[in-house]
């Protein structure tokens, strides 16, 4: 089954009471047992739900994983896989990450024994200086948020694979549509599904995927002991958002590729990051592992004025001033106080998230609005 079927009828069938062709929406916290453990597959919520069975199915069917696993947002999800770890052990990732990532390790799991570096991936043999007997996970985001440059997946799962260390790409940029870590070497998918999977900014949920099973046991085991589940509701409603993810995301790819090149030409911009450009440093690599480029687009204004850039996300009409991405309609936010102030200045600045950066997320209206919107905001 290729991609675009599988967006629809991947791992699904109509349900099994009455063939309803969209999973009910299982509201029940517990199932009848007709004697202790007398029961039809469902015992409690948190560890099983009809309605969540059908997207973590659906989860498995687009990224080519055998095991999908959802949760209540997409730190929730990264919260399970660093919990695979223990006191002493070292992770290694890339040092443009979404700021709740980065604050996720580094105020919560470094406080519990777990040591991170934060390495520029641009050469992925840089990780090699990095490893010893203590690594066990390589935490790769790509593209990434907000600079969007791009790892290698291949060459990094190669590095893994030789010194056995698990490899875990945060794929909630790119989606399944653009690229398929797994196929490309890594154990562990992550998504935050709040953002181009659910599709419509109507929900928070995570998301991990993978192919070996005994990983799937685990990472099972974690879910369920520690509950951070996603309802049923929320469920149905990131299916629905699955089935239409390759028609919204090759108009986001469309209208992505049009505003970046707009903005490139505008005498009041500056930079320009976008993997789609030539002049890329990661163009080649975006090329080999991605369909396409998608609708992340970050930019900074002429002279790197912060209030130049402030004024100019206050003036957009069209882009809403807001946190996320990914939706069907465009955002816009300011990196440095917003997504990313959780990351100290200095910290974030060395990769280039400075005061005057603009994030836009690229939705699916008309490109001609879009490019308008922005053309009043800058004059
Ligand atoms: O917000 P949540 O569903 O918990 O997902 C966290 C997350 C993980 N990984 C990446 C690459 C992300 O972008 C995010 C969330 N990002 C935003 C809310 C944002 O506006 O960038």
Redesign the pocket.
Known sequence: MKFNTKTIHGKQQPDLAYGAVMPPIYQTSTYAQSTPGGHKGYEYSRSKNPTRDALENAFASIENGDFGLAFG????A?DAVLKLLKSGDEVICNNDL?G??YRLFTSVFKNFGITFHFVNMDNPDAIEAYINDDTKLIWV?TPT?PMLNIIDIEATATIAKKHNILLAV?N??ATPYLQQPLDLGADIVMH????YIGGHSDL???ALIVKEKSLAERLYFIQNASGAICGPQDAFLALRGIKTLHVRMQRHCENGKAIALYLASHPKVENVYWPGFESHPNHDIAKKQMKDFGGMISFTTKGNDYNTSIKLIENLKIFTLA???GGVESLA?HPASM?HASIPKEEREKTGVVDSLIRLSVGIEDEEDLINDLKQALG
């Open positions: 947002s997409g730190l929730a990264i979404y709740g990532t985001e948020n945060d909630t940029f935050s599904v709040t953002k928070v949920m995570g946190e996320s991405l936010g997504t």
